[in-house]
Every structure is written in structure tokens, then in C-alpha cells.
């Protein structure tokens, strides 16, 4: 019988991020949502004081999986239609006073996770090429500190500084990519990052193209 844990390992999330562009290079949110989901299963495997993060990026998910459903679902195909949409409709709140009225847009939601995915891309970027002594926590809070910290309450710092303590070793951590030996992990991870850089930059192009970097 098949075992769907056994085929489940951060290769094929890493490489989900490839089906997120299509040839018009326009980021098809079904696939960008999978993805996220396939990094929130990692996310769970690390421990329950990881789950206050997942939990927040579950809620952002739902937010998009709710956008894709609804009537309005065909402007929510890609990153670029949305964009369009709802900046179109005035339907995003752009400054901080207007903060309340579309708490839920896509291009406020998105951009969370987005920025998200820089932090990925440098903690990821950390562990491919540093040394088998390299302190996970180290790695972890200098990506953080390199992106996500900027936009984050001193509350939310303090507990993620603390979760980044429970972080396993860097052999552990490549090993738990379930890819093999560390070194078959790190070689999958030169593979794998290019697709989530091609995604992270062609978003971050469109999200400056729109003054749309700094919603509230
Ligand atoms: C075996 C290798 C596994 C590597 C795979 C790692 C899987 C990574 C999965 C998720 C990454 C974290 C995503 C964090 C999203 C944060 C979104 C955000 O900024 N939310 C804040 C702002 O939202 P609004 O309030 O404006 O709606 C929110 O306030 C913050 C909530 C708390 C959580 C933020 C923690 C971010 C820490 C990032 C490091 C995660 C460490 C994971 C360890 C591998």
C-alpha cells in the first residue's frame, strides 16, 4: 500500500514553487496556497511552539482559500489579477488610517506571506551553505532579522526568538527534509531555492509596480 508520508518530503514542497508561475510568468495562487500548505506540514512536524506561526499562516490561507471560492473567484487566479482587481475596486486599504476597512484583502494577506517567503529563502539559503557547526537558531534569526523582524511587534519578536531555541541541529533539521543524507539534502536545496527566488521576485516586482509593499 501506498504511504503518502513516504513520498511527502520538503524536495517536492520546495519544487511546488515551480508550478506557482505559468508562462506569462503570473503567480497562479491555487499552486501558491498548496505550496504554503506543504510548508505549514513542515512547520507542525518541527513542534507544538512552532504552532502559534503555523497558526497564523493557516488563517492567511484561509483568507485566500475563502477569496478563491467566492463569487468573485476568477480575479483571484493569479497574483497579478488580484492585484489588479482589488487595487482596480480601491478594495485595499493603502495607509494605516484607512487600516480597517478591507482587513482581509488578498494584496494585504498575500504580502504577509510573501515576505514570508524571503525569510525562507535566506534561512534555507543559510543551511545549504554553512558549515555542519552552524547554529540553526543563529541561521534562523539572522534571515528573520533580515526581513520579517521590521514588520513585527516586540511581543511577537520576544516568542520567536524563543521558538527559534527549539530548533534542531543543522543535521537534524536537513535530515528531517526526509531527502536522503544531509549532503543529499543540502545539493536538493541549491535545486530548489532558484524556484522560490523566481517566485519571490517576480511578486516583489508587481507589489513595487503598485506601491503595495508597505499595506497595512
Ligand atoms: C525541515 C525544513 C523545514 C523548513 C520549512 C519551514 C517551514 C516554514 C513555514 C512557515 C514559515 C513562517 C511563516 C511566517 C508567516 C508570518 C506572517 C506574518 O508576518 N504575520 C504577522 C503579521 O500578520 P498581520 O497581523 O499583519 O495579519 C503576525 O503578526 C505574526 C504572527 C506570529 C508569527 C510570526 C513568526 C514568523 C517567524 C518566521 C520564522 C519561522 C521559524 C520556523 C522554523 C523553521
Not at 491555487?30 to 507544538?48: C, E, M, P, Q, T
Not at 504580502?111 to 552552524?134: M, Y
Not at 543540502?186 to 499595506?215: C, K, R, W
Request: with cysteine; charged share 20%; glycine share 4%.
Amino acid at each position: 500500500m501506498d504511504d503518502p508520508e513516504a513520498d511527502f518530503n520538503l524536495k517536492v514542497v520546495l519544487i511546488s514553487f515551480k508550478q506557482c508561475l505559468n508562462e506569462k510568468e503570473e503567480v497562479l495562487l491555487d499552486h501558491y496556497i498548496n505550496s504554503w500548505k506543504g510548508l505549514v506540514r513542515f512547520l507542525n512536524s518541527l513542534g507544538a511552539v512552532f504552532s502559534f506561526i503555523s497558526k497564523d499562516v493557516v488563517s492567511k490561507l484561509q483568507i485566500m482559500e475563502h477569496l478563491r471560492n467566492s463569487p468573485q473567484y476568477e480575479h483571484y487566479t493569479s497574483l497579478q489579477s488580484m492585484v489588479a482587481y482589488e487595487v482596480g475596486n480601491k478594495l485595499v486599504d493603502i495607509d494605516r488610517r484607512s487600516r480597517s476597512r478591507y482587513p482581509n484583502s488578498g494584496c494585504r494577506t498575500v504580502l504577509r506571506l510573501h515576505r514570508a517567503l524571503r525569510w525562507l529563502q535566506l534561512f534555507l539559503e543559510g543551511l545549504r551553505t554553512s558549515s555542519e557547526d552552524a547554529r540553526t537558531s543563529t541561521l534562523c534569526s539572522d534571515a528573520y532579522n533580515a526581513t520579517l523582524a521590521a514588520y513585527h511587534s516586540w511581543i511577537v519578536r520576544q516568542a520567536v526568538t524563543v521558538a527559534f531555541c527549539a530548533l534542531p541541529t543543522r543535521k537534524v533539521f536537513l535530515e528531517t527534509m526526509n531527502v536522503g543524507s544531509s549532503e543529499q539534502a543540502v545539493e536538493m536545496l541549491g535545486e530548489a531555492l532558484p524556484f522560490i527566488e523566481h517566485v519571490y521576485n517576480v511578486s516583489q516586482t508587481l507589489y513595487a509596480e503598485h506601491s503595495l509593499l508597505d499595506l497595512p
